[in-house]
């Protein structure tokens, strides 16, 4: 599996999990520019929530959310930004969910970072 298969099956167990949870998917990877993209954006009761997911096959060097760098999250700020100055959205929030695919799953869902 390439990181590009690894990163969209990361991509649509976050989708299951959020779904599963009660949001709604809105978007799957906008592009705002050549640095930015946010993977997912979903709705959740009344705020719109911007999703980073992070994919790893183990976590044998590192976990998934230490790939968040200051930079990275950064870049995803301003796509934020963008889209709700765009859509005029004033209740959201940016969460993040890492994804360990073996020994065994481990989806974890860090809120409103």
């Known amino acids: 599996m390439n990181n590009r298969e690894l990163g969209n099956k990361g991509e649509d167990l976050a989708c299951e999990y959020l779904i599963k949870n009660g949001y709604e998917i809105l978007e ?7 640095l930015c993209e946010i993977d997912i954006i979903a709705k959740y ?13 183990t976590d044998a060097f590192g976990m998934p959310m230490e790939a968040i760098t200051r930079t990275k999250y950064n870049n995803i700020k301003t796509g ?22 073996q020994p065994k799953l481990k989806i974890e869902h860090l809120k409103n970072i």
């Not at 009761?45 to 096959?57: Q, Y």
């Open 45 to 57: 009761k009344n705020k719109i929530v911007f999703v980073e997911v992070k994919t790893r096959k």
């Open 28 to 34: 799957r990877n906008k592009h705002f520019s050549k």
């Open 80 to 101: 934020v930004l963008n889209y709700i100055s765009e859509c005029k959205i004033k209740n959201y929030q940016i969460d993040a969910i890492g994804i360990t695919l």
